[in-house]
Antibody
């Protein structure tokens, strides 16, 4: 079955960087666009970024444009989120999610990122 | 950006009674394929979100038929015909394909 496992979360200081990974299994990653979605503590869902199956197009949410970069390595069945110039308000659980043609049909369990001095 | 506004933000329901959640968008978002891609997600406490409904009214496999979605244009509704204890959680609507995709604020459903 479809499995998405995020890793790479942790504690980082404001202004720092972190790279999240999402290992995909149970399906052919190259055939699906993928997303990152986050959830601040006690808050709702915020869509962050999307990448097409072949990596040819990427879209970002307003709050992360210019600071975060989504990428993928289909040969490794892995999705990435490079996060630079992190802010306190970037704290939250980061989910990777599988695209289902203008929707999301599968979610990982999430990885916690804490930005704090 | 397309702003998604849910109401109410909190709902306390007696077991076996119906519940209804509204989701309104700041503009229409009909895809070039002619479909309106409005999805509903359920997030139970401590869990990842799970999709219930896509394309306004299509129920995902394994989703109980007490859940239904409806609407068009800028007004959409998720209904639970008879709330059960396992339905406790937060429900989100989401629009696509206008970039950036956007979620509603979430509606917390609890048992009275």
């Amino acid at each position: 079955q479809v499995q998405l496992v995020e890793s790479g979360g942790g504690v980082v200081q404001p202004g720092g960087s972190l790279r999240l990974s999402c290992a995909a299994s149970g399906f052919k990653l190259s055939q699906f666009a993928m997303h990152w979605v986050r959830q601040a503590p006690g808050k709702g869902l915020e869509w962050l970024a999307h990448v097409r199956g072949d990596g040819s197009a990427k879209y970002y949410g307003d709050s992360v444009t210019g600071r975060f970069t989504i990428s993928r390595d289909n040969s490794k069945n892995t999705l990435y989120l490079q996060m630079d110039r992190l802010r306190v308000e970037d704290t939250g659980i980061y989910f990777c999610a599988r695209d289902a043609y203008c929707s999301i049909d599968s979610w990982g369990q999430g990885t916690l990122v804490t930005v704090s001095s | 950006d397309v702003v998604m506004t849910q109401s109410p933000l909190s709902l306390s329901v007696t077991l076996g009674q119906p519940a209804s959640i509204s989701c309104r968008s700041s503009q229409t978002f009909v895809h070039s394929d002619g479909d309106t891609h409005l999805s509903w997600f359920q997030q139970r406490p401590g869990q990842s979100p799970r999709r219930l409904i896509y394309k306004v009214s299509r129920r995902d496999s394994g989703v109980p038929d007490r859940f239904s979605g409806s609407g068009s244009g800028t007004d959409f509704t998720l209904k639970i015909s008879r709330v059960e204890a396992e339905d406790v959680g937060v429900y989100y609507c989401m629009q696509a394909p206008h970039w950036p995709w956007t979620f509603g604020q979430g509606t917390k459903v609890e048992i009275k």
